[in-house]
């Protein structure tokens, strides 16, 4: 590897020169020179063959803590504690929040709160105890199942009486007066 | 390209799947078919019955052709289990719907279930039955924009045309 100094004095330049070419002869010491590595057996001698019993125990003693560590199953824990501030992050995030819910009106009839694309819960209340008056009188008039006619119905109130539209239709009597919201057709 | 078709996908799939088996799916709608032709109005969760709206509609439109007529004929018998609402059918509903081209059944939406489930539910009725009308038509305020120029329209148009 050429290196170029430029050094004004040259006894600095000699230094560097000692320098790098000791740093050489450190890294690659068999390169330079025709010195050999300084490392290498300084003596080989025929040792003496291990016993069984010390091979057993070797083996015993390498494989005993690696059988230990793989039988166990590792599962995964939390390093930290959370802190209070990444848990408000997580518990408040929109996604998680319930959403507000904005198609609540008025209903126009009773008063009461109502979705929007809901019927009103009164009002339905209202209606179904009436069709369930009006189907028992049905069913009294039917008498038994299985009896259904084979003609329209028409719902009479007090004091009310059958139109000429209604020729031919099965009348159901209510003994009460025709409330407001059921309008005669 | 894609030779089989992925479990979970399910794009395009018309038909709920309701109840145990697609058999019991039939029986299900079946059970309510009959129902609105007996009752006329019923009220049952909004999956049944918006399932149950097209079946009921097709079985009118199959009366309709006249209980001479062979399939309508065993159309409606398969259909209602109670064999009184099939002349109930033919005689009531069929000359009901005769002007109307389409569309026989109104289908709203109720406040949830009250049981644990909270169940989105829905009443179903066939159009012009005997019971009291769900839902009142309301007709706009006369304080309206548009109606108070209407309702000044047709002053100034009695004003000229009196004299």
Redesign the interface.
Known sequence: ALVVVCSPLPRLRALLQRCWERLERGLWPGVLGGQSPPWGPALAVQGPVLLPQGINDARESSAEAPSLLESILWMAAPKKRRTVEVNRCRRRHPSKLIEVKRNIDVC??CGNLK?K???C?YC?AK??A??RL??MEMHKKEGGP??????????LYDGEKPSEKDEGKRI?ERARKR?S???QN | MRLSVAAAISHGRVYRRLGLSPQSRLDLLRNLVTALV??E?I?TPWARADEMRGYAERLIDYAKRGDTDERAMRMADFWLT????I??LF??LAP?FQPHPGSYTRL????SRDGLDRAKMA?IELKGN???????P?RDSDRTLLNQLLKGYRQDARRAAAP
């Open positions: 126009p009839e979705q694309h809901v019927l819960g339905y209606v179904k009436e069709t009006i189907r299985f009896n259904a006619p084979t003609v329209e119905t028409v719902v159901i409330p919201w059921f309008v | 007996r009752h109005r009220e109670e064999k009184d609402l002349h109930k005689k009531v009901r709203l939406q109720i406040p009443v005997p019971l009291p009308p769900l839902v009142r309301r």
